[in-house]
Nanobody
Framework: QVQLVESGGGLVQAGGSLRLACAAS????????MGWFRQAPGKERDFVAY????????VYADSVKGRFAISRDNAKSTVYLQMNSVRPEDTAVYYC????????????????WGQGTQVTVSS
């Protein structure tokens, strides 16, 4: 069983930056593909980014490409999401997740989820 705890959310002005963190416990973190997703009110949970087990492979949604960066520190069992040049449309609850099935952008193929952290971008 893997437990995930996100942190770092909050209120930020448009154009600003925020860094989210997700600490994992249980299991072998260095073997997992880690993903970030977000869900705005009344909308589906959308893929944001994922990172491979050693950080060598990263994939981003088009909506965040060039603005967000995913990274991981296997020694700390933590994955990060650096959010730059944020926009009001980035407002959502952000979730980290573990995939035991390899590289995927599909939420249904992630096996463990954190509780989420709220990010609100003011215009």
């Amino acid at each position: 069983q893997v437990q995930l705890v996100e942190s770092g959310g909050g209120l930020v002005q448009a154009g600003g930056s925020l860094r989210l963190a997700c600490a994992a416990s249980g299991g072998t973190f260095s073997r997992y593909v880690m993903g970030w997703f977000r869900q705005a009110p009344g909308k589906e949970r959308d893929f944001v980014a994922y990172i491979g087990w050693n950080g060598g492979r990263t994939v981003y949604a088009d909506s965040v490409k060039g603005r967000f960066a995913i990274s991981r520190d296997n020694a700390k069992s933590t994955v990060y999401l650096q959010m730059n040049s944020v926009r009001p449309e980035d407002t959502a609850v952000y979730y980290c997740a573990v995939s035991l099935r390899g590289y995927t952008e599909l939420a249904r193929q992630y096996d463990y989820w954190g509780q989420g952290t709220q990010v609100t971008v003011s215009s």
